[in-house]
């Protein structure tokens, strides 16, 4: 069986043509435009990929194509958007909303926000009909029912007199598709549809938008940043960056032979999902032993059933120094729940954190302050780790200077630090602001090493950048553990990121661990049921992007 | 869900106690001899000593403390030094004009606020928009008195359509209550506007700043529709907050407005009462308002229950 | 600034997008803000120099002169004891104003104490947060009236009243501030790095809520100006041998209809004064801190 999807689509008449598409920002006039010279044309039953980094202009494009680019702000300053034989662009705003949610729709990133809360999700179906003063009464009802079943609702009865808050991030996706396709649109815009769901649900949602594609012949543009779901679903795929689009391709073609340099930088980017070649096991004492460490947290009380929520339960294992521990789960398995409270940034229920050989489970606050140094966190979003209001200089010596080290000597360790991190001395003396996130990430971990940690806790701290930026900082934190001994507890949902850089992985179920090993036996031969899904749910997970060729799997996984 | 409000309707008694305590201590805690103070610069000793036995002065502070909140419990808030009538009994007998002016204000308001608001916020940053905010900014500007006079000046004194002073009740005729009450409301409503059209406005602004407003616009949602059934409906609870908190300077404003107009409200009670020191009274209207200010608040938190599914808790 | 090559802003906006429909205010000083500053500085500059600018002695009564009519010695006419408005005008903006600034910097510096008290410290909270609702529950003016009738009026005491109504909402707004801001990682880091509770309160938490305090700081000031113009015109305020522009009103309440001018003018003052701290208020919140937009109210 072919890899990629092989749709062929000659003589197939096209539903949507971007034909050189230039937006400016309206206020600075003759500044270099945010879209570029955009063409792309999409055909009935096509999946177009629109992919690239944040800031390629990519969700613009397909605001640009829906007629809903903020006014006052962006303004087309020249093209065509041809949607059939129709320029977009020449349409009046109320012919504009006319086409919307009939003839092209979208879904967006958050289910969670997109769905008015104080709605009910049924009604919210309903107004597309209304609004196109299409179908009422007993006839619009018995639509909305028919198209929550397609989208493969359960009990579509009651969730159709649900509230959003009442249903999970899979179902309010699940609604917004079938929002978006009950008037059985020529083109359907999917902003990111699938990066706010955990894998799992990922794979069950890429599925059911194939399903209905292929049932209505609804052609599709995806727009994505994961190279892995491009080449699950894309028949084309269109590269953008800084405003343009670099290169076009057919999936099979662009895969195996990339031809732009950015596309191929793009793509040796993406981490494998080919766990690291093992490293010897260390045989010094453990620098972090956790065992049967667990968090209860309990609600309710007052005139109210108390219950409890077992956040985290009998979490059991031991992170050597040089190594890297990998915690991995989707949301709500409580990965992040541990390093917190490894951090004692919450306090354990019960269990013990030894650190080397003191636990620090139950210390009071005085004791455990001493003990801070030993064990440092990086963060997941590095535009909210760092204090705006504090020059880099200052955020790097507070650590140091809070266990006595001298001002003057702590800021020449700093100095030596922002090299070693790969940044510039001088970059003490600036603010936050006036760094990328892959860069703050770096000075965050500068400050941490500058404790000379045993322990760095990484939680998600990759999770929020660019994969080209991810790569960079996942080789920095590689580096640093090589040249200092540091042990590693990386928390992470990406099992791609897991296998770059774990020696071992936990996978963590419902709070609890559900498997326990080296990176390659938990990731190349899986004996839990759940460790299984996930690796069957991470999407291209048999192609080497960087090596744009299969992966050769063992028998045991497939 | 009925948790909630049984929780949230207790919330109310340690506010009202602080309130009470609050109260006690302003008369209490004042410098010199509190029983002095009321009996006033003439009296003799003699007359100030039984002062200070009628007022219960000789026991300890948190006797008297606890005996007034006895009292209070009761429902009893005391007895007016001046006229020596209960001052439940002046306050129920004073309090029909305040409320029926205050109902007229919030209904008045609201009525012109809310759409002032929605449209400023569906115009923002044009022209309608700095209008409304201009208007808005300068209705809690000028002082409620002012505005008042300026009203009487104009409708009363030089065009003669309205009487310059006074209050009908409406029982002796809707018309004639309405010709005395329009003016008092009209000036309360100048800043209740203000700080609801305001609100609303902002509360406005931010929900169509939502990612469920770009989904309204992608199905093909008119924006009328938008702005009031995925706009209005969601800034709703803040708009009720402020309509609530608002409460609270509405009842500053009555006492100021029922002394320029000449109305016998509480509000001209309380001010009777502090020229004549007569405290029973003003540590009964104190109480007395900010009991409703509360309860109000109350009622307005236990209607978000219905404006939100969201909040059961 | 080095950038690590091929570097991109990660989570950087992209332009208009995340803002989508909420159109950013316009980047420009308004021609509204700038008029309202000018007349501030106008009428502050006024009632300081009125010891130069005044025509007469405020307080020099004349019973020949009684309510005249403006004329070249008396260019807004007399009051009911013959003394010069337009003097009295300009010695009482003095004693507005400072009732305003000074309610404006006693209410901040005692709400930010208490609110970051109240923000840091669990068991503070409860009873801090309880004590402040009891005050939010007693209508300003009331509140005012009923301190200021058993202490007497006086300058200090007229402030001191108007604080206590003026501080729930700065502590509300400090403990707002300072429960977000504890949930930041920033503070977290703090946190792991050893720093003391006191210092990060000081140095991470603190700094947070300057500039929602400068805007909450203008409006009380607007809002204290206003409470004393009542208070005096309800005959509680200062008494009439200090002037105020609460209290000249008051004297002119009993003639209003003869001579609407006694109200008019130190009416139209003070409100052009408050309006004009609003406005730099509302400014100043939308410039320093969109986040507030949030809180307004």
Same mark, same amino acid.
């Given at each position: 069986?072919?890899?990629?999807?092989?749709?062929?689509?000659?003589?197939?008449?096209?539903?949507?043509?971007?034909?050189?598409?230039?937006?400016?920002?309206?206020?600075?006039?003759?500044?270099?435009?945010?879209?570029?010279?955009?063409?792309?044309?999409?055909?009935?039953?096509?999946?177009?990929?629109?992919?690239?980094?944040?800031?390629?202009?990519?969700?613009?494009?397909?605001?640009?194509?829906?007629?809903?680019?903020?006014?006052?702000?962006?303004?087309?300053?020249?093209?065509?958007?041809?949607?059939?034989?129709?320029?977009?662009?020449?349409?009046?705003?109320?012919?504009?909303?006319?086409?919307?949610?009939?003839?092209?729709?979208?879904?967006?990133?958050?289910?969670?926000?997109?769905?008015?809360?104080?709605?009910?999700?049924?009604?919210?179906?309903?107004?597309?009909?209304?609004?196109?003063?299409?179908?009422?009464?007993?006839?619009?009802?018995?639509?909305?029912?028919?198209?929550?079943?397609?989208?493969?609702?359960?009990?579509?009865?009651?969730?159709?007199?649900?509230?959003?808050?009442?249903?999970?991030?899979?179902?309010?996706?699940?609604?917004?598709?079938?929002?978006?396709?009950?008037?059985?649109?020529?083109?359907?815009?999917?902003?990111?549809?699938?990066?706010?769901?955990?894998?799992?649900?990922?794979?069950?949602?890429?599925?059911?938008?194939?399903?209905?594609?292929?049932?209505?012949?609804?052609?599709?543009?995806?727009?994505?940043?994961?190279?892995?779901?491009?080449?699950?679903?894309?028949?084309?795929?269109?590269?953008?960056?800084?405003?343009?689009?670099?290169?076009?391709?057919?999936?099979?073609?662009?895969?195996?032979?990339?031809?732009?340099?950015?596309?191929?930088?793009?793509?040796?980017?993406?981490?494998?999902?080919?766990?690291?070649?093992?490293?010897?096991?260390?045989?010094?004492?453990?620098?972090?032993?956790?065992?049967?460490?667990?968090?209860?947290?309990?609600?309710?009380?007052?005139?109210?059933?108390?219950?409890?929520?077992?956040?985290?339960?009998?979490?059991?294992?031991?992170?050597?120094?040089?190594?890297?521990?990998?915690?991995?789960?989707?949301?709500?398995?409580?990965?992040?729940?541990?390093?917190?409270?490894?951090?004692?940034?919450?306090?354990?229920?019960?269990?013990?954190?030894?650190?080397?050989?003191?636990?620090?489970?139950?210390?009071?606050?005085?004791?455990?302050?001493?003990?801070?140094?030993?064990?440092?966190?990086?963060?997941?979003?590095?535009?909210?780790?760092?204090?705006?209001?504090?020059?880099?200089?200052?955020?790097?010596?507070?650590?140091?200077?809070?266990?006595?080290?001298?001002?003057?000597?702590?800021?020449?360790?700093?100095?030596?630090?922002?090299?070693?991190?790969?940044?510039?001395?001088?970059?003490?003396?600036?603010?936050?602001?006036?760094?990328?996130?892959?860069?703050?990430?770096?000075?965050?971990?500068?400050?941490?090493?500058?404790?000379?940690?045993?322990?760095?806790?990484?939680?998600?701290?990759?999770?929020?950048?660019?994969?080209?930026?991810?790569?960079?900082?996942?080789?920095?934190?590689?580096?640093?553990?090589?040249?200092?001994?540091?042990?590693?507890?990386?928390?992470?949902?990406?099992?791609?990121?897991?296998?770059?850089?774990?020696?071992?992985?936990?996978?963590?179920?419902?709070?609890?661990?559900?498997?326990?090993?080296?990176?390659?036996?938990?990731?190349?031969?899986?004996?839990?049921?759940?460790?299984?899904?996930?690796?069957?749910?991470?999407?291209?997970?048999?192609?080497?992007?960087?090596?744009?060729?299969?992966?050769?799997?063992?028998?045991?996984?497939? | 869900?009925?948790?909630?409000?049984?929780?949230?309707?207790?919330?109310?008694?340690?506010?009202?106690?602080?309130?009470?305590?609050?109260?006690?201590?302003?008369?209490?805690?004042?410098?010199?001899?509190?029983?002095?103070?009321?009996?006033?610069?003439?009296?003799?000793?003699?007359?100030?000593?039984?002062?200070?036995?009628?007022?219960?002065?000789?026991?300890?502070?948190?006797?008297?403390?606890?005996?007034?909140? $006895?009292?209070? *419990?009761?429902?009893?808030?005391?007895?007016? #030094?001046?006229?020596? %009538?209960?001052?439940? !009994? @002046?306050? /129920?007998?004073?309090?029909?004009?305040?409320?029926?002016?205050?109902?007229?204000?919030?209904?008045?308001?609201?009525?012109?606020?809310?759409?002032?608001?929605?449209?400023?916020?569906?115009?923002?940053?044009?022209?309608?928009?700095?209008?409304?905010?201009?208007?808005?900014?300068?209705?809690?500007?000028?002082?409620?008195?002012?505005?008042?006079?300026?009203?009487?000046?104009?409708?009363?004194?030089?065009?003669?359509?309205?009487?310059?002073?006074?209050?009908?009740?409406?029982?002796?005729?809707? $018309?004639?209550? *309405?010709?005395?009450?329009?003016?008092?409301? #009209?000036?309360?409503? %100048?800043?209740?506007? !203000? @700080?609801? /059209?305001?609100?609303?406005?902002?509360?406005?602004?931010?929900?169509?700043?939502?990612?469920?407003?770009?989904?309204?616009?992608?199905?093909?949602?008119?924006?009328?529709?938008?702005?009031?059934?995925?706009?209005?409906?969601?800034?709703?609870?803040?708009?009720?907050?402020?309509?609530?908190?608002?409460?609270?300077?509405?009842?500053?404003?009555?006492?100021?407005?029922?002394?320029?107009?000449?109305?016998?409200?509480?509000?001209?009670?309380?001010?009777?009462?502090?020229?004549?020191?007569?405290?029973?009274?003003?540590?009964?209207?104190?109480?007395?308002?900010?009991?409703?200010?509360?309860?109000?608040?109350? !009622?307005?938190?236990?209607?978000?229950?219905?404006?939100?599914?969201?909040?059961?808790? | 600034?080095?950038?690590?090559?091929?570097?991109?802003?990660?989570?950087?906006?992209?332009?208009?997008?995340?803002?989508?429909?909420?159109?950013?205010?316009?980047?420009?000083?308004?021609?509204?803000?700038?008029?309202?500053?000018?007349?501030?500085?106008?009428?502050?500059?006024?009632?300081?120099?009125?010891?130069?600018?005044?025509?007469?002695?405020?307080?020099?009564?004349?019973?020949?002169?009684?309510?005249?009519?403006?004329?070249?010695?008396?260019?807004?006419?007399?009051?009911?004891?013959?003394?010069?408005?337009?003097?009295?005008?300009?010695?009482?903006?003095?004693?507005?104003?400072?009732?305003?600034?000074?309610?404006?910097?006693?209410?901040?510096?005692?709400?930010?104490?208490?609110?970051?008290?109240?923000?840091?410290?669990?068991?503070?909270?409860?009873?801090?947060?309880?004590?402040?609702?009891?005050?939010?529950?007693?209508?300003?003016?009331?509140?005012?009236?009923?301190?200021?009738?058993?202490?007497?009026?006086?300058?200090?005491?007229?402030?001191?009243?108007?604080?206590?109504?003026?501080?729930?909402?700065?502590?509300?707004?400090?403990?707002?501030?300072?429960?977000?801001?504890?949930?930041?990682?920033?503070?977290?880091?703090?946190?792991?790095?050893?720093?003391?509770?006191?210092?990060?309160?000081?140095?991470?938490?603190?700094?947070?809520?300057?500039?929602?305090?400068?805007?909450?700081?203008?409006?009380?000031?607007?809002?204290?100006?206003?409470?004393?113009?009542?208070?005096?015109?309800?005959?509680?305020?200062?008494?009439?041998?200090?002037?105020?522009?609460?209290?000249?009103?008051?004297?002119?309440?009993?003639?209003?209809?003869?001579?609407?001018?006694?109200?008019?003018?130190?009416?139209?003052?003070?409100?052009?004064?408050?309006?004009?701290?609003?406005?730099?208020?509302?400014?100043?919140?939308?410039?320093?801190?969109?986040?507030?937009?949030?809180?307004?109210?």
């Amino acid at each position: 069986m072919e890899r990629f999807k092989t749709g062929r689509f000659d003589g197939v008449a096209d539903v949507i043509a971007i034909e050189n598409l230039h937006i400016g920002l309206q206020t600075m006039a003759g500044q270099t435009p945010v879209l570029d010279g955009v063409s792309l044309k999409i055909r009935k039953g096509e999946t177009a990929c629109l992919v690239g980094e944040s800031g390629s202009g990519k969700s613009l494009t397909s605001l640009a194509v829906m007629g809903l680019l903020p006014s006052g702000v962006l303004k087309v300053t020249s093209g065509r958007i041809m949607l059939g034989e129709t320029d977009l662009l020449t349409r009046s705003k109320r012919q504009m909303r006319a086409l919307r949610g009939s003839r092209i729709s979208m879904i967006f990133q958050e289910p969670m926000t997109a769905l008015n809360p104080v709605i009910r999700v049924g009604n919210q179906i309903l107004e597309v009909l209304r609004s196109h003063g299409l179908a009422s009464g007993k006839e619009a009802k018995r639509r909305v029912l028919d198209i929550m079943d397609q989208v493969h609702l359960p009990d579509v009865e009651r969730i159709y007199r649900s509230y959003p808050h009442q249903l999970s991030g899979g179902q309010r996706q699940r609604i917004m598709i079938a929002m978006a396709l009950i008037l059985e649109p020529t083109l359907l815009i999917a902003d990111e549809p699938t990066t706010a769901l955990d894998v799992t649900t990922q794979k069950q949602i890429l599925a059911l938008i194939s399903e209905l594609q292929r049932k209505h012949g609804t052609a599709v543009l995806f727009i994505t940043h994961d190279m892995g779901v491009v080449s699950e679903i894309a028949d084309t795929v269109h590269v953008m960056r800084h405003g343009q689009i670099v290169e076009s391709a057919p999936a099979q073609v662009l895969f195996r032979q990339p031809r732009h340099e950015y596309t191929r930088a793009l793509l040796k980017a993406v981490p494998s999902l080919h766990p690291r070649s093992p490293r010897p096991e260390v045989s010094a004492p453990a620098a972090l032993k956790v065992a049967g460490l667990g968090k209860t947290y309990a609600s309710g009380g007052f005139l109210k059933a108390r219950s409890e929520k077992r956040a985290a339960e009998d979490v059991t294992f031991q992170l050597m120094p040089g190594r890297t521990l990998g915690i991995v789960g989707e949301s709500g398995s409580g990965k992040t729940t541990v390093a917190r409270c490894v951090m004692r940034l919450v306090e354990p229920t019960n269990g013990a954190i030894r650190l080397g050989s003191l636990d620090i489970a139950h210390l009071p606050q005085g004791r455990l302050r001493d003990q801070r140094a030993k064990i440092q966190i990086v963060f997941q979003d590095p535009y909210r780790s760092l204090n705006p209001r504090r020059k880099i200089g200052q955020s790097l010596i507070e650590g140091p200077t809070n266990f006595g080290v001298a001002p003057e000597k702590a800021l020449a360790r700093a100095r030596e630090l922002m090299e070693i991190v790969g940044l510039s001395a001088d970059a003490l003396d600036s603010y936050p602001h006036q760094f990328s996130g892959g860069q703050r990430q770096r000075i965050a971990i500068a400050r941490a090493v500058a404790m000379e940690p045993d322990v760095i806790v990484a939680d998600e701290a990759v999770s929020a950048l660019d994969v080209s930026v991810q790569d960079q900082v996942l080789k920095l934190l590689d580096d640093l553990q090589q040249k200092l001994g540091i042990a590693i507890l990386f928390i992470t949902h990406d099992l791609r990121v897991a296998a770059q850089i774990c020696d071992y992985v936990i996978v963590m179920q419902h709070g609890k661990v559900v498997e326990h090993g080296t990176a390659e036996a938990v990731l190349v031969a899986p004996k839990h049921p759940y460790t299984r899904s996930l690796i069957d749910a991470a999407p291209g997970r048999g192609w080497d992007f960087g090596a744009c060729r299969e992966i050769a799997w063992p028998a045991a996984v497939s | 869900m009925l948790a909630y409000i049984i929780k949230r309707t207790l919330a109310v008694i340690p506010v009202m106690a602080i309130v009470a305590l609050i109260v006690f201590l302003i008369l209490r805690l004042t410098p010199g001899d509190p029983a002095a103070i009321i009996a006033g610069d003439s009296a003799t000793p003699e007359q100030i000593a039984s002062m200070r036995e009628a007022m219960g002065l000789n026991e300890p502070i948190y006797l008297q403390f606890l005996h007034w909140i $006895g009292q209070l *419990l009761q429902g009893d808030l005391g007895t007016s #030094l001046l006229s020596g %009538t209960s001052v439940n !009994a @002046l306050i /129920a007998s004073r309090i029909w004009p305040t409320l029926y002016i205050a109902l007229l204000t919030i209904v008045m308001s609201v009525l012109i606020a809310v759409p002032l608001g929605t449209i400023a916020a569906w115009r923002h940053g044009r022209l309608s928009d700095h209008i409304v905010m201009i208007i808005s900014v300068a209705g809690f500007s000028v002082p409620a008195f002012v505005v008042g006079y300026i009203f009487i000046k104009i409708f009363a004194a030089d065009l003669r359509w309205l009487p310059v002073q006074g209050y009908k009740d409406p029982a002796l005729g809707f $018309g004639e209550f *309405l010709r005395h009450a329009i003016l008092p409301a #009209l000036t309360l409503t %100048t800043a209740y506007v !203000a @700080l609801t /059209a305001r609100m609303t406005r902002a509360s406005l602004l931010n929900v169509l700043g939502e990612d469920y407003i770009r989904t309204a616009h992608a199905k093909g949602v008119s924006e009328p529709r938008v702005l009031l059934q995925h706009g209005l409906r969601n800034a709703a609870v803040p708009i009720l907050t402020v309509v609530g908190t608002g409460f609270a300077m509405l009842l500053s404003g009555v006492v100021v407005v029922e002394s320029v107009f000449n109305i016998p409200g509480i509000g001209r009670l309380t001010i009777d009462a502090v020229m004549a020191r007569d405290y029973p009274v003003i540590q009964g209207m104190i109480l007395l308002t900010s009991g409703i200010y509360v309860l109000v608040n109350l !009622a307005i938190d236990l209607a978000y229950t219905l404006f939100d599914p969201r909040i059961r808790y | 600034m080095t950038r690590t090559l091929g570097e991109t802003d990660a989570v950087a906006p992209q332009p208009g997008v995340s803002r989508f429909l909420s159109l950013p205010g316009s980047t420009r000083i308004g021609i509204l803000p700038a008029i309202a500053a000018i007349v501030l500085l106008v009428i502050l500059a006024v009632t300081i120099c009125a010891p130069l600018l005044a025509p007469h002695d405020p307080l020099a009564l004349s019973p020949t002169n009684r309510l005249k009519p403006p004329s070249a010695d008396f260019p807004l006419g007399t009051d009911a004891f013959g003394r010069d408005l337009l003097s009295r005008i300009l010695y009482g903006g003095q004693v507005s104003l400072f009732i305003g600034l000074g309610t404006a910097v006693v209410s901040v510096a005692a709400g930010l104490i208490i609110g970051l008290v109240a923000g840091f410290f669990r068991l503070a909270d409860a009873i801090i947060m309880r004590v402040m609702d009891a005050f939010m529950a007693i209508p300003a003016v009331l509140l005012a009236v009923a301190l200021v009738a058993v202490h007497g009026a006086s300058v200090v005491s007229v402030i001191i009243a108007i604080t206590f109504s003026e501080i729930p909402r700065v502590v509300r707004l400090v403990r707002s501030v300072v429960l977000s801001a504890r949930e930041e990682p920033y503070v977290e880091a703090a946190i792991s790095l050893g720093t003391r509770m006191p210092t990060i309160l000081w140095r991470h938490l603190m700094p947070n809520t300057l500039a929602p305090l400068i805007v909450q700081a203008t409006y009380i000031c607007a809002s204290a100006i206003l409470i004393e113009a009542i208070l005096s015109f309800l005959g509680l305020g200062i008494g009439t041998e200090t002037p105020s522009w609460g209290n000249i009103m008051a004297d002119g309440r009993t003639y209003f209809l003869v001579k609407p001018s006694l109200i008019f003018w130190p009416g139209l003052l003070l409100s052009l004064c408050v309006l004009s701290i609003n406005i730099l208020g509302d400014t100043a919140r939308d410039r320093l801190d969109p986040r507030m937009r949030k809180r307004e109210g």
